[in-house]
């Protein structure tokens, strides 16, 4: 009987409790439950899950600034509007000209199917050019005109193209 006394002096007061005997506010006041021994235990769980909390809050915020940063600077790049380091810039000039001279060359009607000679017909050309070269009036005229073979062959080869 006693606990039910105990109960009912405390309804009066405007506080519930249970039999752990902590203080429980009634609904619709806005009184605070006193202080009791385990109210220490509550402070440590503010420092356990605050202090991960706010650090997972700032190294994410700190990995999305840096990925924005490297799409910004991949985009400005690709727009052309960042500056390259004169290694990059060199080699855009060449690649520029390489097209160039690939171009002319595709605009000259380039034939990619020309027949190569093989090595005895290679040959064969080379034979008969020699003997081209040696033909007897051929040789009287460089002896006679005292020009050595160099050079009527650079004269050969410029008057064929």
Known sequence: MSGQANLASEKTSGIATTTSKKPVPKFGTLERPKATEDDGKLKNVGIKAG???VLFSVLAAWVV????DGKLKEMEVSQGKSSKSLRQA???????EMLE???KIVAKDFDNTKRIKR???????????????NRWYRRLYRWVMRI??????????NSRK
Do not use: G, I, T
């Open 90 to 96: 060199k080699l855009e000039v060449e690649h520029d």
């Open 65 to 68: 600034s840096n990925a924005l």
């Open 119 to 133: 090595p005895q017909e290679v040959l064969e050309e080379r034979r008969l050019e020699r003997e081209r070269r």
């Open 51 to 53: 202090v991960p909390f």
């Open 101 to 103: 001279r690939l171009n």
């Open 148 to 157: 050595p073979e160099e050079a009527e062959l650079n004269v050969n080869k």
